[in-house]
């Protein structure tokens, strides 16, 4: 069992940034991949990064490529997403999520977090 928890969202102005942070539980949080994903008001949840268990490979949505980066410190038992040069259309939910696979796929991870408010205004 994993229990995750997000934290560091909040607002912003567009073209700032905010570094999201989540703390999982477990012994076992090194054996698994992470995803952190989102969801806009009205919209279904979307994939936004993840990161294999080694932090030996990470993937980006095309949206968030090149402004977002995912990392993870096995060590504290926790993954980051660092968003820098945020639009509002950033504005969302964000999720991290633990699983056995790293995919782009939600249904393919077993944990979430509660979720972590992101605003950016214009």
């Known amino acids: 069992q994993v229990h995750l928890v997000e934290s560091g969202g909040g607002l912003v102005q567009a073209g700032g940034s905010l570094r999201l942070s989540c703390t999982a539980s477990?012994?076992?949080?090194?054996?698994?991949?992470m995803g952190w994903f989102r969801q806009a008001p009205g919209k279904e949840r979307d994939f936004v990064a993840r990161?294999?268990?080694?932090?030996?490979?990470?993937y980006y949505a095309d949206s968030v490529k090149g402004r977002f980066t995912i990392s993870r410190d096995n060590a504290k038992n926790t993954v980051y997403l660092q968003m820098n040069s945020l639009k509002p259309e950033d504005t969302a939910v964000y999720y991290c999520?633990?699983?056995?696979?790293?995919?782009?796929?939600?249904?393919?991870?077993?944990?979430w977090g509660q979720g972590t408010q992101v605003t950016v205004s214009s």
């Open positions: 999520a633990a699983g056995r696979l790293s995919t782009s796929t939600s249904n393919d991870y077993n944990y």
């Open positions: 990161i294999n268990w080694n932090s030996g490979i990470t």
């Open positions: 477990g012994r076992t949080f090194s054996s698994y991949a």
